[in-house]
């Protein structure tokens, strides 16, 4: 055990997260992800970054793993070529015949915490999630580091972990509980020996991004809690929902692994409020803070064009847009979820929610496998 006690900011202790985790949401949460309608994503890949025209990296709309300089990437990635750019190519991906089948009775509605990315166009593709796995792709240097820059450096960041405003310090914390898992998932998938193109865990990579750094493993806990709060708030609506895909046993057990996740007796008990929502915006400028919080993450979600490597803008957008709609049920709605339904997500918008809630959950599960790697290695030497 990491950590003791209650997670700040949050409602539940870290014993009992991992517990719950470990046993009941990561299990569930794997296999949702698996089904036909959680692991399809419609999203626009191309570069369209409105903060810098000029960056290099957004001109070659073609190049399918990542649009990074070949330079700037691993030898492995170029040789192969053809096979491992495929994998990430919307023509490799994309299933088009989804869309005549499957995803009836999911209107649109806004989110006023997004730049919204769903408006029907030539551009969007279907991406089939478990082809192009959350991993280490070579993206780092300096376009990978001007948007973690330029995240970071939103006003409403800047105290970071001192920050006194309870909104801003959340808003910091979920973003970099979100890097957390990020880098977690490079170190847990990394090509660890170019020469022959082996993949495997970096633990020396985990322990000096993530591991030694206490804080962000502990925003990471944060962000799980607060994305597992939103999921249990619009429990009734995400019951409720229709998951069709056009295989009717399929889909029925879509249903079932959502009602057992957003119902769950076990978290009801153990933790049920993970992360109180009613505490926040209670200030004097409450309505200005929210309009100015809101404003800087729909920047944040714009600068998600900006990634200059495919794969890697895949999962920032959807996570980003995950976190969004978590934004959306907490902060954007009001009053009860089954009373009158207020709740209206995209489709899209629940996929991402249960895909970024399974990333974090994985994640956590990480950290301990390879802290405990970490700990033996400590014994040896
Ligand atoms: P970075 O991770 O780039 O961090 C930059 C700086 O931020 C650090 O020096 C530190 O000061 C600070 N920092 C780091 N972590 C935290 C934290 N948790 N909390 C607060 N501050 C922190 N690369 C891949 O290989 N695969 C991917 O799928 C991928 N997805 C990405 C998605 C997005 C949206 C972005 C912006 C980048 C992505 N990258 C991905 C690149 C990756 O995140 C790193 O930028 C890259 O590996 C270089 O890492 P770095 O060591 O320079 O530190």
């Not at 949050?10 to 089904?35: A, F, I």
């Not at 794969?311 to 907490?330: H, N, V, Y």
Request: charged fraction near 25%; glycine fraction near 6%; hydrophobic fraction near 35%.
């Amino acid at each position: 055990q990491q950590f003791q006690g209650v997670v700040k900011d949050c409602c539940c202790d870290y014993g009992t997260v991992d517990l719950l985790n470990k046993e009941v949401l990561h299990p569930l949460l794997q296999e949702l992800v698996r089904t036909p309608f959680f692991r399809y994503y419609k999203v626009k890949l191309w570069c369209d970054c409105e903060f810098w025209p000029n960056d290099g990296m957004c001109q070659l709309r073609d190049c399918s793993v990542c649009e990074c300089p070949e330079s700037e990437f691993p030898a492995a990635f170029r040789s192969s070529g053809h096979a491992s750019c495929q994998e990430g190519t919307p023509e490799g991906a994309v299933d088009r015949t989804v869309d005549a089948k499957a995803f009836q009775g999911w209107t649109d509605s806004d989110n006023p915490w997004t730049v919204d990315d769903e408006t029907e166009s030539e551009d969007m593709t279907y991406v089939n999630l478990l082809l192009n796995p959350e991993r280490y792709t070579g993206y780092k240097g300096e376009s990978a580091r001007r948007i973690w820059d330029a995240i970071y450096a939103q006003s409403c960041f800047e105290n970071g972990e001192n920050e006194t405003c309870a909104e801003r310090r959340v808003f910091y914390r979920l973003i970099s509980g979100l890097h957390t898992s990020i880098s977690t998932h490079i170190a847990a998938d990394y090509l660890v020996d170019e020469s022959v193109n082996a993949w495997g865990k970096n633990v020396a990579l985990m322990h000096e991004r993530v591991l030694q750094h206490p804080e962000r493993v502990q925003n990471l806990y944060f962000t799980y809690l607060f994305v597992l709060r939103a999921v249990i708030k619009a429990e009734a609506y995400l019951s409720e929902a229709e998951y069709l895909t056009g295989n009717d046993s399929e889909d029925n057990l879509t249903h079932k692994l959502v009602a057992a996740l957003v119902g769950n007796e076990r978290l009801r008990t153990a933790c049920p409020i993970p992360f109180d929502e009613a505490k926040m915006w209670r200030g004097p400028d409450a309505i200005e803070l929210k309009e100015q919080l809101q404003s800087h993450f729909r920047n944040i979600s714009a600068l998600m064009d900006c990634v200059g490597c495919e794969k890697c803008r895949l999962w920032g957008k959807l996570q980003i847009s995950g976190l969004g709609t978590a934004l959306k049920i907490l902060f954007s709605l009001d009053g009860e979820t089954s009373a009158g339904n207020v709740i209206d997500l995209q489709r899209n918008e629940v996929i991402a929610l249960m895909n970024l809630l399974s990333r974090l959950s994985e994640s956590l599960e990480l950290v301990h496998e390879m802290a405990d790697v970490v700990k033996g290695h400590n014994k040896l030497s």
